[in-house]
């Protein structure tokens, strides 16, 4: 396993865990960059619930976690080495010919600050999905008549609530992981999202302190 530490603006860090462990491992048919957007709509709200920069940092690392899960990269002295096939996926294939075109033999962090400077798009490109498997119904809504913006609303809130739940089981109960799970894990911890997953006050912190262990 490996960690990297990209800093977002002086003073801010975010830490991404990626795993390589090979566990017996749970269905979740959705990837991980889409399973990281359904657990951060507010189902209540039609929004993202994660601070904007936590959010776009994080979303970019759950991109990478999807191509390393793919076995389409891997890390040598902390340094990326790409091994990328076509697949069709708009933002899958935009990101991999941007950089099989790069000349720079880059370290991690430096990629992330780079794929996150299109993070609206990847949102745009992951909520699209999501619509098209019809988890989700886009509404487009105009504040104060004239100023557009959009909300995320779930057709089956069950999706994210078992998801939830799965993550529960696992900081609670001890439940095995799976390799999805695991990068989930990281996610919530790298965007701070313990209250998401939380049903009590002062739970966050219980949560946090297992994730942890399960993250060394």
């Known amino acids: 396993s490996f960690h990297f530490t990209t800093r977002a603006i002086p003073g801010f860090c975010i830490t991404l865990y990626i795993f390589v462990y ?123 008549g004239i100023f557009p913006y959009k909300r995320y609303w779930f057709l089956d809130n069950n999706v994210r609530t078992g998801m939830i739940e799965r993550l529960r089981e696992i900081l609670l109960y001890g439940k095995q992981p799976g390799k999805k799970e695991v990068m989930l894990l990281g996610l919530v911890e790298a965007s701070k999202a313990y209250r998401l997953i939380s049903r009590e006050k002062g739970e966050s912190k219980i949560l946090r302190k297992k994730n942890t262990a399960i993250l060394k």
């Open 22 to 144: 090979h566990f017996k491992t749970h269905n979740m048919d959705n990837s991980v960059a889409e399973q990281f957007v359904i657990l951060s709509l507010n189902p209540e709200k039609g929004r993202v619930s994660i601070d904007s920069i936590h959010f776009r940092y994080s979303l970019t690392g759950a991109l990478l976690m999807d191509y390393l899960e793919q076995e389409e990269f891997k890390v040598e002295n902390k340094r990326v080495v790409w091994s990328f096939t076509m697949t069709g996926d708009a933002i899958h294939d935009m990101f991999a010919e941007k950089i099989m075109n790069s000349s720079g033999n880059w370290k991690i962090s430096l990629w992330i600050r780079r794929l996150t400077r299109k993070s609206r798009l990847v949102f745009r490109e992951i909520i699209s999905s999501l619509e098209k498997k019809r988890l989700i119904s886009i509404e487009q809504k105009k504040f104060l």
